[in-house]
């Protein structure tokens, strides 16, 4: 296969461009490749610039549930881009997909938006802070809430796949604010709350996590963080910026039968397009300006062009009959074929699935529940496979610890080529 435009490109780009990108992970330092430079996308299918077409399962890290360049979506944001593009002040369809996510995600009654994920996060905890008037705050070692000072202890994703769960340059104070427990270890949580009690202000976690490869939560788990919080006056955060809208309509909390008090949002409600989002009970977002004391602004927030590629997004996922039960059907086909191979070739790894999201974790572990059973897997047997997806049209995730995507878009003789070529590589790597 020939990449050399990609090549090329990525030359010129680390002139000027720190890493020669701009979001850590798609260097692919961490498989030792040279990042794909991308043309374009349309569907399930993503083309780089040496005209080389693969089947995509990053789905631009989440977003794409529809597949690329949906011609609802593209024409739509034709129609309000010829309106103009950003006014900063208040908007028609601002009310509109408010009215839909808080529909579609019954736990919200009132939602704030802001324009990534990160932004929702950092400014869900500051709700938190200001209206419990506490500052410690609990999270998951693996668990990945974008990149705000506050959540770069022991974080995933890049964090994690670039051997930074710490990042220099967050103060000793700000890192003393953060409470780190185990994923799936409700009494590493309960002893956090004996210890500091009164003082923790929130729990935030992924419910269902993307950012260590795919976890799924234990009941007993779930629960228990629910039942602590109510107990200790401090607020759930559940993080679904990735899976709101993925592995439900109504997210992971719909799954699990968990009411968080607040819920942050990114990736699918902006249908591609930049956008975050933070929501919750109304008893609680009032206390956010102009009607309360807890600052939180954006230029850029609610524009146009974000909220109609989320809302068309959106309402396609709500209206569409059997949406999600047609996406289980072909995630639930691909990762049936992919563990068939791992049967067939005797080959040690572990398959996690929650809907339309997968990890296939390279490990000889029977399980995959947590971040030290994450720590296991053979990162350098993961690099070698993924390379060999590549050279046969598969791309994606360079990294371990990501999750890989599902859109509506991917035939089912697309997931059957992903099946052969998976089997293919496994055979090689044996
Ligand atoms: C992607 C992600 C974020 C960060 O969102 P950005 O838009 O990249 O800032 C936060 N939390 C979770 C769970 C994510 O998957």
Known sequence: MNTQNSKNAFQQAVKHIPGGVNSPVRAFKSVGGNPLFIQSAKGSKITDIDNNEYIDYVASWGPMILGHSHPDVIEALHQTALKGTSFGAPTLIETEIAELICDMIPSIESIRMVNSGTEATMSALR????????????????????????????????????????????????????????????????????????????????????????????????????????????????????????????????????????????????????????????EIMEHLAPNGPIYQAGTLSGNPMAMTAGLVTLKKLHETPDFYEKLEEKAAFLCNGLQENLNKLNFPGVINRVGSMFTLFFTNEKEVNNFSDVMKCDTDLFAKYFMLGLESGIYTAPSQFEAGFISIAHSTEELQKTIDASYRALEQLK
């Open 127 to 282: 709700l938190a802070r200001g209206y419990t008037k506490r500052d410690l705050v609990i999270k998951f070692e693996g668990c990945y809430h974008g990149h705000g000072d506050s959540f770069l202890i022991k974080a995933g994703s890049g964090a994690l796949t670039f051997g930074t769960p710490n990042s220099p340059g967050v103060t000793k104070g700000t890192a003393s604010d953060t409470l780190t427990a185990e994923y799936n270890n409700l009494d590493s949580v309960l002893n956090l709350f004996r210890e500091y009690e009164d003082q923790i202000a929130a729990v935030i976690l992924e419910p269902v996590t993307g950012n260590m490869g795919v976890v799924r939560p234990t009941d007993e788990f779930i629960k228990g963080l629910r039942k602590a919080c109510t107990e200790n006056g401090t607020l759930l955060i559940f993080d679904e910026v990735m899976t709101g809208f993925r592995v439900a309509k109504g997210g992971a909390q719909e799954i699990l039968g968990i009411t968080p008090d607040l819920t942050t949002l990114g990736k699918i409600i902006g249908g591609g397009l930049p956008v975050g989002a933070y929501g919750g009970k109304k």
